[in-house]
């Protein structure tokens, strides 16, 4: 291995490269078309993902919604049809008895799922929107960005019942004059006034709320709609390595058993689990970012034996060089480890020059991609999977470099030199 | 310096062998410059390709400067080589992509010399041959004669016993024919053991002595009168 470290090894092989200028580049070409591809497939790939991530970042991934319906079976003597409403103590239940669940946020809501929504004055200005009971642990599940000045509802909020409300962007549009601080301000909803304590800005992305909702205590939800312990319905957040599937059968087997409905009964409890959709989403980002490897590697492969096809080739044409190396005293371990650093440095050439390349596609494909309403985000190659990438190419150039190095080595030097 | 005994060597075609040398004698002591001489199929360049361990004897013994060389493999051999001998062929197989100086140089790398060192030493060899001022020049960018003289000075750079030419001047016209003889009549003035395959009587009448090779075996090996090429330059 001291050969390695030589100097003049190297000055040796750069000087062989250097001056077959033709054959250098045309080796070069496939390495570097194969991490190329690697480099700008797999960052592509992880761009998608990365989007994907970005748009998701404002929910919970593995949370679902639960809401009641009518039961489809007759059991313990309620007939079929009944209909079923969450109660405030469901959550405390479903909390003790499912580990898995991370957050549980109980909601009521008017304005949406067919209700009417609530209209609601600010002086001359009007508009009806959704309103929603909330508790501050809601965050937790879908993050809100509140615009500076505001802040969302608090627990002292739902201790005291305040009147207080957190609205959408949009309606800030529709009841404010564009410099107004509608935080402090006061808005008719329904026959109530509540102060304004906050704006919600729309969230990139995916959101479970649209920016023409209101949110309000829970507590004076209730008060509000005399609704007494009755939820709308339930946003649950499982942790991150729960089964969302299996967490949601849980829940919704307890509430079947909770509610004395019977437990084949599909139709009690609706739901919907946004964990199993985010699921396949990502799975279908992990699939491509699978797919880029696989055939960028391919590519690397293809481009590491192209390297080998033409040094083997140019180990014939330089047949006579090489019997003249060998008659001046080049030793058989001297002319193969030639050949085959010629090979590794090649390659390693290639690569570097392919991973540049690469960069650059992907820096502008970010450049491109900033701002676009598709989940796309921050295409990049983990430095891992690149230096993993050069070694692999360092290895198979290695040992690909052996063939046309083995074949340089059995000629005798006389053949090499015999005259033609 | 060269000391051969009984040296058998044949060559397999297909079922028959062909006997290319049988039987030769033949020794050379330090200063001489030896043409050996033959028609074409007397042996004369297996002998030469024997002599530069670039081909093993069947039977016989070969002692370079005392050394016995049998068996070797071959990085044994490339050592040697390297260490003992220096090569002139016909077509003078200079390595068309390095520069007169770096071909010069090449045996150097092999004997780990260094860089600086390899360099200093090659443009010393190259002015022995007056191609100092075309150190630089790929070898297509120089005449036959040009070539064939880096070629000389690349076989001298490793200062070897025994300097081997297989048809040194056999490409070459000849004028440039004589200006190599003279080239290498000045090396051998030197001190330094030449052996030189040809079959121009001319050339050989330039050697201090003539082994006649036909059909495998040694007809003649007389010492003759050296004709100076300088003359005829």
Known sequence: MKFLLDRNTWQEIFGSISKNKTRTIITVIGVLWGIFIYVALSGAAKGLDNGFDKAFKTVAMNSMFVWAQNTSMPYDGFKTGRPMQLKLGDVETLENRIPEIQYIAPRITQGQFGSEPVYTVRGQKSGSYTLNGDFPIYTKISTKKIFDGGRFINQEDIDQARKVIVIGERIQQELFKKDEDPVGAYIRVGNVYFQVIGVHKLAQGVSFDSDSAMFIPFSTYRKLYNSGDNVGYLCIAAYDDADVVQVEKDIKAILKSTHRVNPKDERAFGSFNLGERFGKVMGFADGLTFMSLVVGIATILAGVIGIGNILLISVKERTKELGVRRALGATPSEVRNQIILESVFLTIIAGIVGIILGAVVLSLLNTFTEGADFPYANPTVPIPYVLGALAIMVILGTLIGLIPAQRAVSIRPIDALREE | ?233
Request: aromatic share 6%; charged share 25%; proline share 3%.
């Open chain 2, 1 to 233: 310096m060269i000391e051969i005994k009984d040296l058998h060597k044949s060559y397999k075609m297909g079922s028959n062998s062909l006997h290319v040398l049988k039987g030769i004698n033949f020794s050379v002591e330090e200063g001489e410059l030896v043409a050996i001489m033959g028609s074409s199929g007397s042996g004369k360049s297996t002998l030469l390709n024997i002599l530069g361990m670039l081909d093993e004897l069947d039977e016989g013994s070969y002692d370079l400067d005392g050394v016995p060389i049998k068996n070797l493999n071959e990085t044994k051999a490339a050592n040697y080589r390297n260490k003992f001998l220096g090569f002139v062929f016909q077509s003078f197989n200079l390595i068309n992509y390095k520069s007169a100086m770096e071909n010069v140089a090449l045996p150097l790398y092999y004997q780990k010399v260094g860089r600086k060192e390899r360099q200093e030493k090659a443009l010393k060899y190259l002015e022995q041959v007056g191609l100092k001022e075309w150190a630089t020049h790929l070898p297509n960018e120089l005449s036959g004669g040009q070539k064939q003289r880096v070629a000389i000075a690349r076989a001298m750079a490793a200062e070897p016993k025994v300097l081997l030419a297989d048809e040194p001047t056999g490409a070459l016209d000849s004028k440039t024919s004589y200006e190599v003889m003279d080239l290498i009549q000045k090396i051998n003035d030197q001190g330094n053991t030449i052996l030189l395959v040809t079959h121009e009587p001319d050339i050989a009448d330039m050697c201090k002595r003539i082994v006649h090779l036909k059909d495998g075996v040694i007809i003649e090996d007389k010492k003759v009168d050296q004709v100076r090429a300088a003359q005829y330059v």
